[in-house]
């Protein structure tokens, strides 16, 4: 993983020093509300509801295990004990003390870590692949490209103050596990018919109040160029986008209102101005810095495995052992390395929002990358997190360890495991709670037999129209609404995160809270009553459509 030189730890602890002075200035009264709030803002703090709240970057979702413990330590000190992973690989303290976050942030520097730009109008978080560098289906491991966004990105003074909030995703895989298609630039690495990398480019994703799918506006980048094209879109983005009305500032209504094609040319457009400025000597990425970058991203000395005697001592484990082959089937993943595999670790079990861990879990997912693998973390915009290079030789004594610290729940990729948003239990911004519908689906979907059987369905759940746990594109989305001071829920089916991307559609009037569990299990039902065989339940909704689902839903109503 990268690991930062003297320029990465003198401007994160300059930025410490920095905040630090202008919190206490804040305190004393010399910095109104009016002008503190874009400086915490970028500082990565927010107030929610009930205290503030602390986002902390995790760069493409990669984590040492040096720097889970110091989070662990970090939340004991200043927090209550856990933390939150959010659905971008970031993390969440829920309780801080506004006085004490200077310390946090000093805390955080100390292991290579920072709050910069974690919230406020700017290029935010670069997202990726949980399984880059390992997956089957990789084109080019994708983190080196996110490394280099990062830096590029990093305090950019050009584009500190944006008409509204920017994400960029970038996935190195054939399957898209990195919704780039939901953000404001997805890059997919591609090759050329000469072999050659580089990146498709799409531009105008998003969700929130008006979710779209991102359009293509390049087909092909060559790589040297990628920091000069996107220089390109943000500047057209900075001098074109709304400021006037912040539910209408984001790229992706720019990109709307003038079509893809119109955008696409005024990038093209900016573009070339940027690199026949100089000839295009200083807007390229040169090979020796992509090199540099691809360096600190190195394999590890994987060992032979003799695959025949692996594979049937797993059959032989999974055949003894039923809550084994469960795990193996839903939580493990074959990497492209023989004899290696990317083990899953759920953080939903049932009674526990989706993505909290205790400081206790966070030390021993340490001790877990630690001891079968390389000490490096992935978390997952599904909020989970990912432990790759676990020899399958290991993978039942790894098991046994996660299930003692609660962290072997087999549920990936199951209704249970569902995407949450913090809801109105903490968010100030929600209209209603999310945490106690995402418990009481989960208690009502308790039969793993049953669950198994449902297969692969991706149920999201958000507490407001920002959408934070990203229901427009779940197969099942739940949306919280508020109906005169009353928590309602609004159904929404056919969503879809993968590269064939679909926006979900409203099932019918908001149920209360009484109503929605029942209502997704009339859901459920239908699925299973009109399934073909091996279908899941994207594909039979999109075969028999809407009206049966809703006529089941809304019968007593009739």
């Known amino acids: 993983m990268y690991i930062y030189d003297?320029?990465?730890?003198?401007?994160?602890?300059?930025?410490?020093?920095?905040?630090?002075?202008?919190?206490?200035?804040?305190?004393?009264?010399?910095?109104?509300?009016?002008?503190?709030?874009?400086?915490?803002?970028?500082?990565?703090?927010?107030?929610q509801?009930?205290?503030?709240?602390?986002?902390?970057?995790?760069?493409?979702?990669?984590?040492?295990?040096?720097?889970?413990?110091?989070?662990?330590?970090?939340?004991?000190?200043?927090?209550?004990?856990?933390?939150?992973?959010?659905t971008r690989q970031n993390i969440q303290l829920n309780w801080p003390r506004l006085e004490e976050v200077p310390d946090i942030l000093a805390e955080l520097a100390k292991v290579q870590m920072h709050a910069i730009q974690t919230s406020?109008?700017?290029?935010?978080?670069?997202?990726?692949?949980?399984?880059?560098?390992?997956?089957?289906?990789?084109?080019?491991?994708?983190r080196p490209w996110c490394e280099i966004i990062r830096q590029w990105s990093t305090i950019h003074p050009e584009f500190a103050f944006l008409p509204r909030k920017f994400k960029i995703a970038v996935c190195g895989s054939e399957e898209d596990r990195a919704a780039f298609l939901l953000h404001d630039i997805g890059i997919q690495l591609v090759k050329n018919s000469n072999g050659e990398s580089g990146f498709h480019i799409y531009a105008g994703g998003g969700l929130g109040r008006t979710p779209v799918i991102a359009s293509s506006i390049r087909e092909y980048l060559p790589r040297q160029h990628l920091l000069s094209y996107l220089d390109a879109i943000l500047r057209v983005y900075n001098r074109y986008g709304n400021r006037d009305n912040k539910y209408k500032a984001r790229i992706k209504i720019l990109v709307k209102a003038w079509t893809p094609e119109v955008f696409a040319q005024r990038v093209e457009a900016e573009w070339q101005q940027i690199i026949s400025s100089d000839g295009g000597v200083n807007s390229?990425?040169?090979?020796?810095?992509?090199?540099?970058?691809?360096?600190?991203?190195?394999?590890?000395?994987?060992?032979?495995?003799?695959?025949?005697?692996?594979?049937?001592?797993?059959?032989?484990q999974a055949t003894d052992n039923l809550a084994f082959s469960r795990w193996l089937q839903r939580n493990v993943r074959d990497q492209k390395q023989p004899g290696y595999a990317s083990v899953s670790l759920s953080l939903k079990p049932a009674g526990v929002a989706p993505g909290d861990v205790t400081d206790g879990q966070l030390e021993s997912i340490a001790d877990l990358a630690e001891r079968f693998s390389n000490g490096e973390?992935?978390?997952?915009?599904?909020?989970?997190?990912?432990?790759?290079?676990?020899?399958?030789?290991a993978l039942f004594d790894f098991w046994q360890q996660a299930k003692v610290h609660g962290l072997a729940t087999p549920t990936i990729g199951t209704i249970n495991d569902m995407i949450c948003c913090p809801g109105g239990d903490y968010c100030s911004l929600a209209n209603a709670k999310s945490i106690p519908v995402a418990e009481a689906i989960q208690r009502r979907f308790d039969d793993l037999d049953y669950v198994y059987d449902l297969g692969d369905l991706e149920l999201n759940i958000s507490g407001c129209m920002n959408a934070c746990?990203?229901?427009?594109?779940?197969?099942?989305?739940?949306?919280?609404?508020?109906?005169?001071g009353e928590e309602w829920y609004q159904i929404q089916l056919g969503g879809s995160a993968s590269k064939q991307a679909a926006l979900a559609k409203v099932l019918g009037p908001s149920l209360s809270r009484d109503e929605v569990v029942e209502g997704i299990e009339k859901i459920i039902d239908v699925y299973v009553e009109n399934r073909l065989e091996g279908e899941a339940f994207l594909q039979t909704y999109q075969r028999v459509g809407m009206n049966k689902f809703k006529e089941r839903v809304y019968a007593q109503n009739a």
């Open 6 to 47: 003297q320029y990465d730890q003198k401007l994160v602890d300059e930025r410490v020093a920095q905040y630090r002075d202008q919190t206490n200035r804040y305190l004393d009264g010399q910095i109104s509300d009016e002008e503190f709030l874009p400086i915490r803002l970028q500082n990565g703090l927010y107030v």
């Open 120 to 142: 406020g109008n700017c290029i935010r978080n670069t997202t990726t692949d949980q399984f880059a560098g390992v997956a089957v289906d990789e084109i080019e491991d994708p």
């Open 49 to 86: 509801r009930l205290a503030p709240m602390l986002r902390i970057a995790i760069p493409y979702g990669l984590i040492s295990s040096r720097q889970l413990r110091a989070l662990a330590n970090i939340s004991r000190r200043f927090d209550k004990g856990y933390v939150h992973f959010t």
């Open 469 to 484: 746990g990203h229901h427009h594109v779940g197969h099942i989305g739940i949306l919280g609404v508020d109906k005169k």
């Open 284 to 316: 390229e990425l040169t090979e020796n810095e992509v090199n540099r970058v691809k360096g600190f991203f190195t394999q590890p000395d994987y060992e032979p495995v003799d695959m025949l005697k692996v594979e049937a001592g797993l059959k032989a």
């Open 377 to 393: 973390v992935r978390s997952t915009h599904n909020q989970n997190v990912v432990i790759a290079d676990v020899l399958k030789s």
